[in-house]
């Protein structure tokens, strides 16, 4: 069974502060990763992909990849209370995406 | 515009009936897929079909039926709903660019469903 880990949470930091949310994943052979953001009540948003090694950054999104250490990460810098949600990671498996059970995330003012 | 949509938004139901879910996505998308979040919030694939092929199965009790109409339309339909089927469905879509890496997914708003 292929499996994708997350720390349940919460995840709290204050406003302004950077949050780092992790993930590990069991399948070596993943190669692309993807991390959601729902908040509650809702649907899934896309936030980013990676699928090569290293850094990859969207405005206050940082997605890092690790492929040797089996980990994908997600940076978010200047934290404010919109970013409130649960942050779902997920590797893809074919055609189909494996998610882990969420980070839940809160930004206080 | 609405990417990906789904209806209905709420059902609420007695055990016994069947239902189903609709799900139209406008993004010329050759992929579909039903997902379940459990009241744990873990959402986990249900289905998938690619230009109106079931692609993915997963072990899901016979009494989930999907049905592709045309690749813009994927439609479940549940028979003997059970208590244990509640849960939130949601649909969703990706382009998976010709021999690229990636499937991106895009979800409909859900559909709660609620089994009395």
């Known amino acids: 069974q292929k499996e994708v880990e997350q720390n349940s949470g919460p995840l709290s930091v204050p406003e302004g502060a950077i949050a780092s949310l992790n993930c590990t994943y069991s399948d070596r052979g993943s190669q692309s990763f993807f991390w959601y953001r729902q908040y509650s009540g809702k649907s899934p948003e896309l936030i980013m992909f990676i699928y090569s090694n290293g850094d990859k950054e969207d405005g206050r999104f940082t997605a890092q990849l690790n492929k040797a250490s089996q980990y994908v990460s997600l940076l978010i810098r200047d934290s404010q209370p919109s970013d409130s949600a649960t942050y779902l990671c997920?590797?893809?498996?074919?055609?189909?995406?494996?998610f882990g059970k969420g980070t839940t995330l809160s930004v206080s003012s | 515009d609405t990417a990906v949509s789904q209806t209905p938004k709420y059902l609420v139901t007695q055990m016994g009936n069947d239902k189903s879910i609709k799900c139209e996505q406008n993004?010329?998308?050759?992929?579909m897929y039903w997902y379940k979040q459990d009241s744990k919030k873990f959402l986990k694939i249900m289905f998938s079909?690619?230009?109106?092929?079931?692609?993915i199965n997963e072990t899901v009790p016979n009494r989930f039926s999907p049905k592709s109409p045309d690749k813009a339309h994927l439609n479940l339909h549940i028979n003997s709903l059970e208590l244990g089927d509640s849960a939130v469905y949601f649909c969703?879509?990706?382009?998976?660019?010709?021999?690229?890496?990636?499937?991106?997914?895009?979800f409909g708003p859900g559909t709660r469903l609620t089994v009395t």
């Open positions: 993004l010329g998308h050759d992929t």
């Open positions: 997920a590797v893809q498996q074919g055609t189909a995406l494996i």
């Open positions: 079909y690619n230009n109106k092929e079931l692609i």
């Open positions: 969703a879509s990706s382009g998976g660019a010709s021999g690229g890496p990636t499937y991106e997914q895009y």
